[in-house]
């Protein structure tokens, strides 16, 4: 009986043969193959996968499964929907995507810094107008969530030269860095913040944290980027906050539902820019080397590497 | 008699009296008066002005004048509009300044780097489409020009982690930086270029330096950055490389009449980000004191700053 690793996808995903490739090449010892591609036997034998956002009935059609390794940083979706499955999921920790995260981060807080919405409506209408300049020296830049990505972004951003905040559940200390921590002091950060990055894994404490009132607590004119997840949000005060130019704009890479449905308002707002979940791809080679370490750690020792709390999500 | 310092700029220049009263600030001992204010007896007194794009007719106006100290980096205009007229100019060569555009070359570099343009288009027909990543150690970004703004530039892009080239008129040396001289190694390194950012300035030498034959060295795809001046690129070869998709997409700052007439054929390009010069703004509180300091040690010691070689223009 042959033994497979597979890998577990939705069926639309669109790069699962990079993924069974650049896994392969990583696990020449294992006979990698797509969810969808499996017979029978193959169900039957297997003990671990690689997923990247399965379905839980997926899951439940491998019976002798005993652990998945997520090739995505956020698997907050997958550890809700486990319900009375006994399943460890290892999610992936990658430093190169920190650094690809970050770099967004970067990227887009740039975007606003140097008014690039602003310029490209000037475009569409034809119009040649300077606006006043203001230094990245006096602009505040605030990040909510202060791990692996939050501590690599607040780094990239103080290089270049903004004030950097940061908030997170429990207090850190970056060097250059304003860390906060608890509700009260969030408040107090967001008042003086120019920009707000929003990196907080989705977890019952999170979910809905950017709610009216905290969004209320942001400088009139304020911005923000979401590359969290969409539910980190209080859409509806978000969308109020925009309307009403409380925020002069959102850059948003995570919605509700994902893809974001053709009606939704994101598309048209003038005060929006919507990007298809972009912000922090995975880096395959890397990803299938770490998954190839864990994996192949696994089959030597039988020991597992250290798996989701289902409690904290992450 | 009062002696003045005029502050001399275009009538429909926006910011004049941010200007005045910066200045002001910067020498408590001058009084700083803009052009259109000045009365007959002022036009004869002055022996220094403070010019941003001034006209030659305006500085005709004030026969006493020995020179000017421009609040602009780029004073190629006024140099070949000087005729008989015996003018040093003095051009600003403010630290801060280089600060401020290297910022935009790390924004707008990113800008390209992480596919803003096409998810821009994408968000306009709603179109949730993931396109694959590419790190910024698998491009190549060329710099032409390596003076101060040029040099401040490959830092920044080095830090950002992409591959950095940099050609000018003579061979400069940047730690982790490849250097090009010469027109043969400009095709050279034009033929690695993913994306090309202009920084040099408008002589007899560089116009129309980016030719048919320049920019069809550079690969399939490639894009470019223009911050320098308009007539530094062939606008008909630029467009015909636009059309036919050779290159993916251009980010111009400076075009050949300005502000940009509303007819022109980059407002509606679909491969063009069209900016209003705003890519190096002058920092008034910085400019205003080197231009303090020049003028008080004039004042005192008689001795004029390091003025334009009238023959290369810088």
Redesign the interface.
């Known amino acids: 009986m042959r033994r497979v690793l597979p890998f577990v996808c939705p069926p639309s995903y669109?790069?699962w043969r990079q993924w069974v490739a650049a896994l392969q090449e990583a696990m020449p010892d294992e006979h990698v193959v797509v969810f969808h591609e499996l017979d029978a036997r193959d169900l039957a034998s297997c003990d671990v996968a690689v997923v990247a956002n399965p379905s839980i009935e997926d899951l439940r059609a491998l019976p002798n499964l005993k652990w998945v390794h997520s090739v995505w940083a956020g698997v907050e979706r997958l550890v809700a929907d486990l319900g009375d499955l006994d399943l460890k999921i290892v999610r992936l920790v990658d430093p190169v995507m920190a650094?690809?995260m970050s770099?967004?981060v970067?990227?887009?807080t740039?975007?606003l810094?140097?008014?690039?919405p602003r310029?490209?409506k000037?475009?569409a209408s034809?119009e040649?107008?300077?606006?006043?300049?203001v230094?990245?020296g006096d602009k505040t830049v605030s990040l909510l969530g202060l791990g692996a990505l939050g501590t690599a972004s607040a780094v990239k951003l103080r290089?270049?030269?903004f004030q950097v905040c940061g908030w997170s559940r429990t207090r850190k200390s970056i060097s250059g860095v304003q860390c906060y921590a608890g509700e009260e002091e969030l408040l107090q950060m967001l008042g003086r913040t120019d920009i707000l990055v929003c990196l907080l894994p989705l977890t019952s404490k999170t979910e809905g944290i950017l709610s009216a009132e905290v969004l209320g607590a942001l400088p009139q004119g304020a911005s923000i980027i979401n590359f969290a997840r969409g539910p980190v949000v209080d859409e509806h005060a978000l969308r109020r906050a925009l309307d009403e130019s409380k925020l002069s704009h959102a850059v948003l890479d995570v919605f509700n539902r994902?893809?974001?449905p053709?009606n939704a308002w994101q598309?048209?707002h003038p005060r929006v820019?919507?990007?298809?979940?972009?912000s922090g791809?995975t880096?395959r080679r890397t990803a299938s080397a770490l998954a190839a370490a864990n994996i192949l750690n696994y089959r030597t020792t039988g020991v597992l590497p250290i798996s989701v709390d289902r409690k904290t999500g992450y």
Do not use: K, S
Request: without cysteine; negative net charge.
């Open positions: 669109p790069f650094e690809t770099e967004a970067l990227a887009w740039l975007y810094h140097r008014d690039m310029y490209a000037q475009q034809r040649w107008l300077e606006h006043e300049y230094g990245a290089g270049a030269g994902e893809p974001l053709v598309w048209a820019t919507v990007l298809p979940h972009i791809p880096n």
